[in-house]
């Protein structure tokens, strides 16, 4: 599965937009980009995934660049309870899913 | 409906004992996953099974093993623990991963003194 980069942490005022970059530079054809968040002391929550057309849900929405080496998932208008680390993870879409899970990225959203 | 559900929630063994972690997917939910989840190491991979067939494995050694039963059920066993498998266990289950992702259960906090 390929490797991800995503910054350690990031602050956002709530009501705003939370930008969170993923890099994906080594990502195959047939891997889709997977967010997933964990609320602390809870299970990871899948979020969204796309392959290289952007997507949106009741959630957030996800955009992967032209040359798939890069996403963003956009939490359109961020409250306290969005306060979580989020990852990004690549892996194939069918068959047996191995989520690998790197550090993430700490959001945590200020009032 | 009901979410995934682990028991137990919180468990403390000692060196050398062995533990059976207990999950139940969401209903229809026939992959079932399990993963560790430590401060060093983060969340890591231990297996998934689909139909009671294990699919896929990630790096642990053969005191981590697991079966899912013919009611999609599932349990993980470790034997002979170590402190080092302190941690939180958490189950997932899909009806379809590539389109759906995992839910995640609250997990299990295995405490090994």
């Known amino acids: 599965d390929a490797k991800t980069t995503q910054p350690t942490s990031m602050d956002c005022a709530e009501g705003r937009a939370a930008n969170l970059p993923c890099n994906h530079s080594?990502?195959?054809?047939?891997?889709?980009v997977y967010w997933y968040r964990q609320i602390h002391s809870q299970g990871p929550q899948y979020i969204i995934h796309?392959?290289?057309n952007n997507e949106t849900n009741e959630m957030a929405s996800l955009i992967i660049t032209e040359d798939r080496k890069s996403s963003t998932l956009i939490l359109p208008h961020a409250t306290l309870r969005d306060t979580a680390v989020y990852y990004c993870?690549?892996?194939?879409?069918?068959?047996?899913?191995?989520?690998?899970f790197g550090q993430g990225t700490r959001l945590t959203i200020n009032p | 409906k009901a979410g995934v559900t682990q028991t137990p929630r919180y468990l403390i063994k000692t060196r050398g004992q062995q533990v059976t972690l207990s999950c139940s997917p969401i209903s229809g939910h026939r992959s079932v996953s399990w993963y560790q989840q430590t401060p060093g190491q983060g969340l890591q991979f231990l297996f998934e099974?689909?139909?009671?067939?294990?699919?896929n494995k990630g790096n642990f050694p053969g005191r981590f093993s697991g079966r899912q039963f013919s009611n999609s059920r599932s349990e993980m066993n470790v034997s002979t623990l170590e402190l080092g498998d302190s941690a939180l266990y958490l189950c997932?289950?899909?009806?379809?991963?590539?389109?759906?992702?995992?839910?995640f259960g609250s997990g299990t906090r295995l405490t090994v003194v």
């Open positions: 099974y689909f139909s009671e067939t294990q699919r």
């Open positions: 796309g392959l290289k």
């Open positions: 993870i690549v892996t194939v879409s069918q068959g047996a899913q191995k989520l690998v």
């Open positions: 997932a289950s899909s009806l379809n991963a590539a389109n759906y992702g995992y839910t």
């Open positions: 080594t990502i195959s054809g047939n891997e889709y």
